[in-house]
């Protein structure tokens, strides 16, 4: 019998069957002779720039060709060969938002705008700019919010706003959280509406409010939102909704959150969901829109549920135990690599597939299964195999799996070891032989690690033996 593995199951107290997604394992869609996909370890991140910086990234960029980052108050370049170069001084504040015209790189901080030209960094000085909430360059415009106006720069000098050519997005009272280009137009995220804003050559405002094309849900924190899938998508809700995660698509609004990413935003305050960031990362056919939540981090994959037709969704993290958040975050690509920094300090990593180790220290990975359920009959698990490639460590480490079930959902059975496989052992077979004695009416499985090996698990496989009646 083959159990699937793209996502499990348990309970909690308030008897509500939960979903447990892969941890630090990434859903594969591929036919393979065995099963329909695989689950293969998520990329390590290891160190690109070590040079001593104070405080945690918060955003970057690639503009021209080159690697910007924000990194504490400083906007900090970084090359090819991972040296960083400090640029400037950037107020200090949470996530940076980034936009850039032919000739300069705008970015939002603190409240803040400022532009890179020439590598020269200035900060806007203009009592008619206000508060700058978000920037996006839009036809010659750079467009800032300060959470009540739609604001924009002269054609002729970005540095002049002129107070008589405010715009608004006013379908209803609800204040500008973000606003963002997506082909072209202008897209303004209030709290519970959304309104698109189209190039009309105004004589004031020189952006026109698309007829027919307002949303009635909205954004719950400026960076909850990016470009994904040929469009975007954003963590939000209606009047009077709890937030979910939802892709815009023709013309309107699919929600991609499942029911258990429900249940995972709801644990969380609005003060705490205002400050996420949600970002987008294509690469190998994969489509992944990363959720930085708090203390944890989920990824949709857009392509994968394509294929299976079903929502996939994996978790990351850089502990030890799978209690706690991805550190990776603000991927540019640029270099020919993904770069990365650090959620708790100014390390610049990329990341690699060379490797799943995060910044050289092992992570844990983990797989539940559905439940096992036998037709309401009792029965007993001859054998259980983890199939999969073993064989693949960079070092001398014996990694192994730990095995536990459950029968209700809850509580767990003391973890049985099997080793994977050290460097080399690729025919390692994960086999476990009466490991389980018997359910009476259905068992779930749980299969982790914590290791730097680069294994993929396929399938696994059960061998029952049915008791009928007579078990129960």
């Not at 002269?154 to 405010?166: A, G, H, I, Q, R």
Request: glycine share 12%; with cysteine; net charge negative.
């Amino acid at each position: 019998m083959q159990i699937p593995i793209i996502n499990g199951i348990y309970t909690d107290n308030t008897a509500d069957y939960r979903t447990s997604y892969p941890l630090n394992l990434v859903p594969v869609p591929k036919q393979n002779g065995i099963a329909n996909g695989y689950l293969k370890k998520a990329d390590g991140i290891e160190l690109f720039c070590g040079k001593d910086k104070d405080g945690i990234d918060r955003g970057g960029i690639n503009w021209n060709g080159v690697c910007y980052r924000v990194i504490g108050n400083m906007l900090w370049q970084v090359s090819e060969q991972g040296d960083c170069t400090s640029i400037g001084e950037i107020a200090s504040g949470e996530q940076c938002s980034f936009a850039y015209s032919f000739d300069r790189l705008g970015i939002a901080s603190g409240g803040n705008l400022y532009y890179l030209q020439d590598g020269e960094l200035t900060q806007v000085v203009n009592a008619n700019l206000g508060t700058v909430v978000d920037v996006e360059w839009v036809d010659g415009y750079f467009v800032t919010t300060d959470g009540e106006f739609l604001i924009q720069t002269e054609l002729n000098d970005p540095t002049k706003v002129n107070p008589t050519k405010y715009g608004s997005s006013e379908a209803d009272p609800d204040p500008v959280i973000g606003i963002l280009k997506v082909r072209n137009e202008l897209v303004a995220f209030n709290r519970y509406t959304i309104e698109v804003f189209d190039n009309a050559g105004n004589a004031g405002f020189a952006f026109a409010r698309v007829d027919g094309a307002m949303m009635t849900k909205g954004l719950v924190g400026t960076h909850g939102k990016c470009l994904f899938a040929q469009s975007f998508a954003f963590v939000g809700s209606g009047k009077n909704e709890p937030c979910s995660v939802y892709l815009g698509a023709n013309g309107g609004l699919s929600k991609i959150a499942t029911r258990e990413i429900e249940r995972i935003i709801s644990s969380y305050s609005d003060a705490e969901l205002s400050k996420i960031v949600l970002e987008s990362k294509e690469q190998d056919m994969h489509q992944h829109l990363y959720l930085h939540l708090p203390d944890k981090t989920m990824v949709y994959d857009f392509a994968a549920s394509q294929v299976m037709q079903q929502s996939v969704w994996f978790e990351l993290s850089s502990s030890s135990d799978g209690k706690g958040a991805y550190r990776a975050i603000n991927h540019v690509w640029c270099y020919n690599k993904w770069i990365v920094g650090d959620r708790f300090n100014s390390n610049v990593g990329v990341l690699s597939n060379k490797l799943s180790s995060h910044y050289g220290e092992p992570v844990a990975w983990q797989i539940n299964t559905t439940f096992l359920y036998n037709g309401g009959q009792a029965g007993q698990i001859k054998s259980i195999e983890l199939v999969g490639l073993t064989g693949r460590t960079n070092t001398i480490a014996d990694p192994q799996v730990f095995l536990s079930w459950t029968k209700d959902g809850m509580t767990w059975s003391n973890e049985r070891l099997h080793r994977q496989g050290m460097r080399g052992q690729y025919s390692q077979r994960i086999i476990w032989l009466r490991a389980i004695g018997m359910f009476r009416q259905m068992v779930g499985l749980k299969f982790r690690g914590c290791d730097d090996s680069l294994a993929s698990f396929t399938a696994i496989e059960a061998d029952v033996e049915a008791f009928g009646n007579g078990g129960q």
